[in-house]
């Protein structure tokens, strides 16, 4: 074990005042999200620079730039809002493979209730319209929150390990899913669409909205609320919480499905995006993407660190980089390559944290 | 043999943790490094062992002068340091873990099993000890996992080994275990560095002691010329109180009855429990390891189960199903192992002292952080806690200001019952007397307090009468003039209360 150099009073003061060095260091080595801050900033000079190259007046430059961002974040609003509900369960000392296929399965629940055709369920029962609608985003968010709260039952109760009990969920959900809808043609009403493409001027951004609003939300519930603070005892340290007259138990489950609350957003965005879903394909891989994000965000993967903003950061940052490899024409089987370096690096980054 | 250390200077920062320290061990001696929390007794050894460099200074081992800078140097050097974490892996046997990092191979490069299991079965022998080498190490006591860890190091010919603090989870019967083992090294002409807070222990098996405080050697010499009393009075620097604190209070048997337990049992851990505490009475519950008491009360905190029997607060009988419960209830219990069990080591001061209270002050669901930084300024008044910023990790803090730490959030919930579980473990000497004063004065304001302890003189101390488990039944209960040590061990050797004292003393 290394001897932990304290800082005296005054070497704080001094790296605090005289010089921007002495600040960036300080800042370097206390504030976890700086570094990650940093990263993402040097990304988007790089990718703000190449885009910089193709066109001709600081108008048409500035629109191409607005765009390209819209697209980035709307791409990547569901998997963010994903991002940041495994970053409370890895937070718990968790996992949640399963985000992926409660996709699909939410997803899958949403088109059966709004379809206009013969199999819609609201539509059999004679509610149409706005109210089948906003009983859909209702149902929908209650099927996630419910799924959420299974898993978290079977890994609080049935003491089944997180990764098993999600893995298990993992299958169950894609499998049942793709049964069900063999063969299915959907046919989801326009006025659902509006969730997604309904405009803010001349710009469709509401997904983006979404993504602000949860992550607002998240971050206020992990800093200042009982359940957010406890999520990080949890983790950090299960029996000290448990004899601290933390309910662990409930603290699981409600991050679990809060999980699955926050999939079934996602699933709403996708559903109302594009109007229908791959059942077999959507959401594929979305834990890792998830996770990654998390894990360049500062999370701790053994549980009681993690931020919501670093979340942010970490998906932008590999959204970001997708985009500059996409600009930069790199072949598209090389770019997960790309994602998996930075996540490396992400974490040999933070290591220094750990120690100091 | 002959370890000098001369002059040893070592600073972090601004802050001189040794200033001009000089000391020499030689084989065959145990000696006794003690020393407050925080005194640099940790950093000297680190240098010695070559985890850390001094800033000044020189070692001389047998008269040569040696650099020492990682622990591989102190290991070649015959210098060997038993942490208090063990370095074993427990899901392999004792003969490969005695060649963890080591592992002598045969010639096609796959590991030489037998050989390494001669080669331990030869030091067993050497050290007189009885144990089979194929054992997983998993499977062993806390003492044997000692003895195996010093076996390793004589393997590899150490003639000086520092064991930081190795009794300090060990029961009685395993301590004298661990003793043994020291008497057989100081034969085999090893010199040991014994660093302790216990000085019972001091006293019984080192022949020399040496004392740090804030960084200088204030004393050394022989045990056999000093008192516990003296070396109390070396570490802390002024005249450290040793009476009893146990005030005269007669009105402790007429005050409200606040806790009552009956016929509380468990399956394994303790049987047909009968207690009852009163308002502003400390009690203490003391015994031997596996006397079940942690887990006794850990039942009645809510965070064990229990088979059978019925608990009463204030008369009226309750069901604990969970620890929420019982803090709403108004019991609260300070755990033992702080590191496992009550410090969150992610968090910071203010979080640790606050979490219990979260969920009470709180409005819908938002922590009300200026009246838990209220709450706890007074607390850190009252406990004398000595911090930086509420905002800094816990692991800045020393093991007392951690203990102190983790009562304030226990205070700050306002418990009518509070289970104090070896509250003074891994503290230093002022701390301790803090707590101790704390407690005294909790029970002035009415509170009902248990104090669950190991260390007899502690029990003795502050409580006005003790109740002395045996393998989780309750073998005799004591008053305030029945307490003493010698009683006590009777009793937590399994010993009745009537009958003729064979004392097992220790």
Redesign the interface.
């Known amino acids: ?8 009073i ?2 704080k003061t001094e790296m605090g005042k005289t010089t921007f060095l002495g600040w960036f260091k300080n800042k370097w080595s206390k504030d976890p999200l700086f570094s990650i801050l940093i990263a993402l900033m040097i990304m988007v000079v790089l990718q703000t620079i190449t885009l910089g190259f193709d066109y001709g007046s600081f108008g048409e430059w500035l629109q191409a730039w607005t765009n390209n961002w819209i697209n980035i974040l709307r791409n990547n609003a569901g998997v963010g809002i994903v991002a940041l509900g495994m970053t409370l369960v890895i937070m718990t000392g968790g996992i949640d493979l399963s985000v992926g296929s409660t996709l699909v399965i939410t997803g899958a629940f949403a088109m059966y209730l709004l379809d206009t055709g013969a199999q819609g369920i609201l539509g059999s029962v004679g509610i149409t319209g706005i109210p089948a609608i906003l009983l859909t985003i209702v149902l929908v968010l209650g099927f996630g929150y419910l799924l959420g709260a299974l898993i978290g039952v079977s890994i609080t109760k049935g003491m089944v390990p997180p990764f098993i009990a999600t893995l298990g969920a993992m299958m169950i959900f894609r499998s049942v899913t793709q049964h069900f809808t063999q063969g299915y043609n959907t046919s989801v009403p326009a006025e659902f669409l509006q969730i997604s493409s309904f405009k803010i001027g001349s710009f469709m951004i509401m997904p983006i909205v979404y993504w602000i609003i949860i992550a607002i939300i998240l971050y206020y519930v992990s800093k ?4 957010g ?2 999520i ?2 949890v ?3 299960e ?9 662990v138990e409930k603290v699981k489950l409600r991050v679990y499905a809060l999980m699955g609350l926050l999939v079934s957003v996602a699933a709403i965005i996708q559903v109302s995006r594009i109007g229908s879903m791959d059942f077999s394909n959507a959401g594929r891989g979305m834990e890792m993407d998830a996770i990654a994000a998390a894990v360049v965000g500062g999370t701790n993967m053994l549980g ?2 993690g931020f919501i903003l670093g979340t942010v950061y970490g998906m932008l940052i590999i959204a970001v980089m997708n985009n500059l490899l996409n600009l930069f024409g790199v072949p598209p089987f090389l770019r997960e390559a790309f994602k998996g370096v930075i996540v490396i690096v992400a974490v040999l980054l933070q290591r220094k944290e750990k120690t100091a | 043999m002959k370890v000098e250390m001369n002059n040893i200077r070592k600073s972090f920062g601004n802050n001189d943790v040794l200033k001009d320290v000089s000391f020499s061990i030689q084989g065959g001696e145990i000696c006794a490094l003690l020393g407050e929390n925080g005194a640099g007794k940790s950093t000297l050894m680190n240098i010695l062992g070559g985890v850390v460099s001094a800033d000044a200074g020189s070692i001389f081992i047998d008269g040569v002068e040696v650099d020492i800078h990682n622990p591989i140097h102190a290991m070649e050097a015959g210098i060997a340091f038993i942490h208090q974490e063990l370095n074993l892996i427990n899901d392999l046997p004792i003969y490969e873990n005695m060649f963890l990092g080591r592992e002598i191979k045969t010639k096609r490069g796959s590991l030489d099993l037998k050989k390494m299991y001669n080669k331990t079965t030869e030091i067993f022998k050497r050290m007189n000890i009885d144990l089979d080498p194929e054992t997983m190490v998993g499977e062993l006591d806390a003492s044997y996992k000692q003895i195996v860890e010093i076996c390793r190091a004589m393997m590899m010919n150490a003639t000086l080994i520092i064991m930081d603090e190795p009794t300090t989870s060990l029961t009685d019967s395993e301590i004298e275990r661990v003793f043994n083992m020291m008497r057989t090294l100081k034969e085999h002409d090893v010199g040991i560095i014994f660093i302790s807070h216990k000085l019972n222990e001091v006293m019984e098996i080192c022949n020399r002691y040496i004392v740090l405080r804030d960084g200088v050697l204030v004393a050394e010499g022989d045990v056999r010329n000093v008192s516990k009393r003296d070396l109390a009075n070396y570490m802390v620097g002024f005249d450290v109180r040793t009476e009893s604190l146990r005030r005269n209070r007669e009105t402790s048997q007429t005050s409200q009855e606040i806790l009552r337990v009956e016929d509380l049992s468990h399956p394994y851990y303790f049987r047909d429990i009968h207690l009852a505490i009163n308002a502003g009475e400390i009690v203490g519950i003391t015994g031997l390891l596996g006397d079940g008491r942690s887990e006794l009360f850990q039942a009645i905190f809510g965070a064990e189960k229990y088979q059978s029997g019925r608990v009463y607060l204030n008369s009226k009988q309750i069901v604990i199903k969970n620890t929420y419960e019982a803090i709403e209830n108004g019991i609260a219990y300070l755990p033992r192992n702080r590191k496992e069990n009550a410090i969150i080591k992610d968090m910071n001061i203010m979080e640790n002292a606050s979490i219990t209270t979260w969920p009470m002050f709180t409005k819908r669901g938002i922590i009300n952080s200026r009246k838990h930084e209220e709450t706890f300024e007074e607390h850190r008044k009252a406990l004398r806690i000595k911090m930086g910023s509420i905002t800094d990790s816990i692991t800045s803090l020393s093991g007392g200001n951690q203990q102190k730490v983790v009562l304030a959030k226990w205070l700050a919930a306002n418990p009518k019952v509070l289970i104090l579980d070896n509250p003074t473990q891994g503290v230093d000497v002022g701390a301790k007397e803090d707590i101790y004063d704390i407690i005294l004065q909790l029970a002035e304001e009415g509170i009902a307090i248990v104090v669950l302890s190991s260390e007899a003189q502690e029990i003795i101390r502050v409580c006005d009468r003790a109740l002395v488990m045996y393998h989780g039944a309750i073998q005799g209960e004591l008053n305030n003039e029945q307490m003493n040590e010698q009683t006590i061990m009777h009793l937590a050797t399994g010993g009745g209360l009537g009958e003729e004292k064979g004392v097992h003393q220790i």
Request: charged letters at 30%.
């Open positions: 074990m290394k001897p932990i150099l304290k800082p005296t005054e070497q200042r609320t009982t359940f603070r406890q990080i005892a983790g950090s340290n029996k000290a919480a448990k004899l601290s007259g933390v309910k009681g660190r």
